[in-house]
């Protein structure tokens, strides 16, 4: 039997309790525990979603971290490099200096790149350059064909004109320790300086034990000649310096200079028992010289300043042997040039010229 309620009424007839849904009062009873588990659960999400949170910031600053270390462990790589590009610098710095130094202080004080020389330097051997570039013409006039010079120029016959840059050529070949080739050269210096200019002569002495030991000289292997008149080429073979049975090697001759002095330097220019001699000069393939021109003897204990110093005294045995052998080889370099400069080619010059 269906029962019906209306609210305000009580129990039905009988006494039964009302069954089904159940009493307000039982439902009232109910919602409160029902409404308190809401909050629970979402203070429940919220820590969970905050503790989320939480661990993916924990996460995010160890990223950070070792990415910094990561960066910080790159810079200092890098710096270590550095410093060690900079350490190995410094060290081969050290060394090149250390190197340099040891050479400068252990190479004798009176030894060139080339020879060994006790010669003048500094504002000496500028004194001692002038005195022998700058002979007065006068004095070589009053010297003219000198005394003591024992070989003229050779006329070569039929020779093909040696020329260089549209001038003469005249070759020189020699060698440091050569005591004829440190005679020689004072003359050649006396003569080109009056056709041109030259620049970078240094002194060297010859051998040490050759005949005419240590006679005062120059050498060409690091002088330049300019003229307008002449080409100058010089090969100085050897050093004055010891090696084994002969000379340390300074220069080589081209194949052109040594076919020059095979040819040259022969029979029937000079005897064959001194073909090859040195010093050999070659005029243009015009003239040649074969030896000295006159006895290193008189050099011999002579400074260097002394020697040039003596060149302007026409009376000294010096100039006689020196200045007149330049006139000859200056009579020869006129024939070459065509009498060119007059200052070179002077009357006393030209004459010299017929007796060649």
Known sequence: MMVNRQPG??????????????????????????????????EARLRHAMGKASRAKRDGTRRERIAAQQAAARRAEVRNKVLMFTGVVVVIIAL???FVTYALVSKPHSSTASGVSNGPVGTALASVVTDTTSVPASTLDTVGAG???????VAIKNGSPLTSGGKPEMLYIGA??????????????????????FSGLSTVHSSS????????????????????????????????????????TLQTPTSAQ????????????VPSADAGAIPFVDFGNKYMISGASYSPQVLQGKSWA????ALKDPTSPIAKAVDGTANYMTATICKLTGN???TACTPVVKQLETKL
Request: aromatic share 10%; proline share 9%; glycine share 8%.
């Open 9 to 42: 009424l009580g129990a039905p007839s009988g006494g039964l309790p009302l069954t089904g849904t159940g009493s307000r009062r039982e439902l009232a009873g109910r919602r409160p525990a029902v409404t308190a588990a809401g909050p629970m659960m979402r």
């Open 96 to 98: 090149v200096v250390g």
């Open 147 to 153: 005394s003591g010079v024992t070989a003229l120029p």
């Open 176 to 197: 440091q320790y050569c005591p004829f080739c440190a005679a020689e050269r004072w003359a050649m210096v006396v003569a080109l300086s009056r056709f041109g200019t």
């Open 209 to 248: 034990t050759d005949e005419f030991p240590n006679t005062s000289t120059w050498t060409f292997d690091k002088a330049t000649y300019t003229s307008q008149y002449l080409t100058f080429s010089s090969v100085e073979t050897e050093t004055n310096i010891p090696s084994g049975s002969s000379y340390t």
């Open 258 to 269: 040594q076919a020059l002095l095979d040819k040259y330097d022969a029979p029937p220019y």
């Open 306 to 309: 002394t020697i040039a110093s």
């Open 340 to 342: 060119q400069p007059a």
